[in-house]
């Protein structure tokens, strides 16, 4: 009989697979393969996969696996006459690639907003953060950090 307190560790690697919840089941695989090869997988409730996917995308050691930035909720970015505002980020469903969800705007500071979804691609082309340290995202949208009208 196995001793309860004797813990064995398997080291798994993802396996670059992710099989969402089907019908009634709320259980997300994620297929990974043990350090000798054999096929295994990682299942996750709701609760778990959105406490995983979280940890993956906010990461702030430097130590971390995971140490790409990414778009910030809360934040306003501008790149090449755009502005990005930030408002959530998700994993897209299988590929589990991470998505910003907001709004952007395009050349004048009355441009309209329209919905918009970025990608880390997007990201790797060089977005610069405009957010007002004293307003945040509410210090003229429009403007870049340096058009804040209050003393700094």
């Known amino acids: 009989m196995t001793d309860p307190t004797t813990v064995t560790v398997i080291e798994l690697r993802w396996a670059k697979l992710v099989y969402p919840p089907v019908g009634d089941d709320s259980t997300t695989w994620v297929a990974c393969t043990t350090s000798d090869g054999q096929p295994a997988a990682l299942a996750l409730d709701d609760q778990d996969r ?4 979280s940890q993956l995308l906010h990461t702030n050691r430097e130590d971390d696996a995971v140490r790409d930035k990414f778009f910030e909720p809360g934040r306003l970015y501008f790149r090449g006459g755009v502005t990005f505002r930030c408002e959530g980020l998700a994993l897209t469903p299988r590929t589990t690639e991470p998505r ?5 705007h395009h ?3 009355h441009a309209s907003w329209a919905p918009a979804m970025l990608s880390r691609r997007a990201w790797k082309e060089g977005w610069e ?3 007002c340290p004293a307003h945040g995202i509410e210090c003229a949208p429009h403007a870049r950090v ?3 009208k209050d003393d700094r």
Do not use: H, K, N
């Not at 910003?100 to 952007?104: H, I, S, T, V």
């Open 129 to 131: 953060d405009i957010t």
């Open 146 to 148: 340096d058009g804040c």
């Open 100 to 104: 910003a969800f907001g709004f952007q």
């Open 50 to 53: 959105v406490a995983l996917g």
């Open 107 to 109: 050349g004048r500071p």
